[in-house]
């Protein structure tokens, strides 16, 4: 079955541009949508957006000014820019396919990959 | 967006029922028949349980279940055993967002 890996740096200092690049395996990701979900420590879960294979993208309103998802279908990847992070930004980044009317249904879900933007 | 309203903290005892809420607006979960409950063990990643307000994926026990009436959804563990003693989130679909819930903490006494 499709399973899904996060990547990237885990300390990413202030003012700087958080990347993590998610492999999916097991499947190919030239169909449905393709989500990034952060949580911070000991807090919620937060949407971040889904790139759909075609490349159209849909983000977080409150994000959007700073967040850029993009794919690569021939490595079967995709990825998360997000800029001028701060303290606010630390969390455990989740990677993950989502189904369904407007990617509503988020599963499977990567194991998670922590960044820590220091304060 | 705001996060969809849930209650911090439901408990019950092993076979008992325990019911969680999910309150939104019009513009989420009242407007959408695409609320999904998601379980959360401590250090791991969520796991749908329920989609589409009431359909379980292949796997998830009967005794989960969804419903939803006006702009609140609620998911019900029937027969509390102790694994699931976990993190509970609902998510809506939110008109070409998704938003999540603030999340329940089950505990099975």
């Known amino acids: 079955q499709v399973q899904l890996r996060e990547s990237g740096p885990g300390l990413v200092k202030p003012s700087e541009t958080l990347s993590l690049t998610c492999t999916v395996s097991?499947?190919?990701?030239?169909?449905?949508?393709w989500s990034w979900i952060r949580q911070p420590p000991g807090e919620g879960l937060e949407w971040i957006g889904y790139?759909?294979?075609?490349?159209?993208?849909n983000y977080n309103p409150s994000l959007k000014s700073r967040v850029t998802i993009s794919i690569d279908t021939s490595k079967n990847q995709f990825s998360l820019k997000l800029s001028s992070v701060t303290a606010a930004d630390t969390a455990m980044y989740y990677c993950?396919?989502?189904?369904?009317?407007?990617?509503?249904?988020?599963?499977?879900w990567g194991q998670g990959t922590l960044v820590t933007v220091p304060s | 967006q705001s996060a969809l309203t849930q209650p911090p903290s439901a408990s019950g005892s092993p076979g008992q029922s325990v019911t969680i809420s999910c309150t939104g607006t019009?513009?989420?979960?009242?407007?959408?028949?695409?609320v999904s409950w998601y379980q959360q063990h401590p250090g791991k990643a969520p796991k749908v349980m329920i989609y589409e307000v009431s359909k379980r994926p292949s796997g998830v026990p009967d005794r989960f279940s969804g419903s939803k009436s006006g702009n609140t959804a609620s998911l019900t563990v029937s027969g509390l055993q102790a694994e699931d003693e976990a993190d509970y989130y609902c998510?809506?679909?939110?008109?070409?967002?998704?938003?999540f819930g603030t999340g329940t903490k089950v505990t099975v006494l």
């Open positions: 790139i759909y294979y075609s490349g159209n993208t």
């Open positions: 998510s809506s679909y939110a008109g070409s967002n998704n938003v």
């Open positions: 993950a396919r989502s189904v369904g009317y407007g990617g509503n249904v988020v599963d499977p």
């Open positions: 097991g499947g190919s990701i030239s169909s449905y949508y």
């Open positions: 019009s513009n989420d979960v009242g407007g959408y028949d695409y």
